[in-house]
């Protein structure tokens, strides 16, 4: 008789706390791993940027792609340097309250969508108009890569692992500080 088709007993409350309790302590191990080998993994990947200003790198599995993993970059970003030009500028624009206090939805649309004119050294609107008081701030070096798995390969993992055909073992899966201990 086939497994898959052989009737099914419920288990047992006991059965389910201890699976529960198990499963727990599985996941516990493979967290720590995951945690250890993707901060090595990110760290890698910025320093390669660094070196060679490549962004993505494609990860495969037994030929599979597994998805990519891509250094995330940084953009500049708009700041109020000059509050007192910009407050003019937003007054002119009747952009903020009596009393006047700048609205802070404009301010915030502006800093969003303002341009900046690297020749002229000022930031633009959309319209070309000067937004004074404006400066745009450099983008930090890359911090963070993103992973984005490929769906169709982890449907495929999936069904391995169900059918018992994936076979890896986590210890193969060694974090950097494990391989120096091994020395």
Known sequence: MDQDNA??????????????LIMRFIKQVVDARFDSIKQAADAAALAAFRESGHLTTLPTFEGMPLGTRTVARPKPKMVVADREAF????????????????????EKATLKYAQWDAAAE???DKNGVIIPGLRELPAAEPSTVTT?????????LQEMLRAGEFHTDLRSLAAPQDEESDE
């Open 7 to 20: 009737p099914q007993a419920k288990p047992s409350v006991g059965d389910l706390q201890r699976d529960a």
């Open 87 to 106: 407050t003019a500028h937003a007054e002119r624009e009747k952009r903020g309250a009596w009393h006047f206090i700048v609205d802070p939805q404009w």
């Open 122 to 124: 000022v930031a633009v």
């Open 148 to 156: 984005t798995p490929d769906a169709d390969t982890f449907a495929k």
